[in-house]
């Protein structure tokens, strides 16, 4: 049996896919902080047979939620604070994602202008679509950042 010591301060997120923790950790820019990481990858769920966990200690507002959100609402996120789940927290679907989805439209200025922010909007929140906010192009899988 692993056992993963108790954060003091920070979050659990639990339920991510099997094999997906480590896109996680890259888009929430973890690798830049200097916090405590614990990823636990194919641990066994009755809900899911299989999921990746991880346990960041860190301050509660470091890690950006609408990023999350976009990337899987499904993920359960718990805030720790002294050792204790103080709050779990429900994710929803951010009205913009900023520098996380790249736009493939070769006409839009974010491919002219380099410096130029990747901006998408929620245009349909039943069906999860964004769109660039410059061009309006669509937000396909193949436009995430790696």
Not at 44 to 55: E, T, V
Not at 75 to 95: D, F, M
Request: aromatic letters at 4%.
């Amino acid at each position: 049996m692993l056992n993963v010591g108790q954060i003091e301060q920070g979050y659990v997120l639990d339920h991510i896919p099997a094999g997906k923790s480590l896109n996680l950790y890259n888009h929430l820019h973890l690798n830049k902080t200097d916090c405590t990481v614990a990823m636990i990858m194919n641990a066994r769920s009755d809900k899911m047979g299989k999921k990746d966990i991880l346990k960041v200690e860190c301050d509660p507002d470091m890690i950006d939620l609408d990023i999350l959100a976009f990337l899987n609402r499904n993920i359960t996120v718990n805030v720790i604070r002294n050792g204790e789940i103080a709050e779990k927290k429900v994710l929803v679907l951010p009205r913009e994602i900023k520098g996380v989805i790249k736009c493939h439209n070769p006409r839009c200025i974010t491919s002219i202008e380099q410096g130029l922010p990747h901006i998408f909007v929620l245009a349909d929140e039943k069906k999860a679509i964004y769109r660039c906010k410059y061009c309006d192009e669509k937000y396909s899988e193949k436009a995430v950042k790696n």
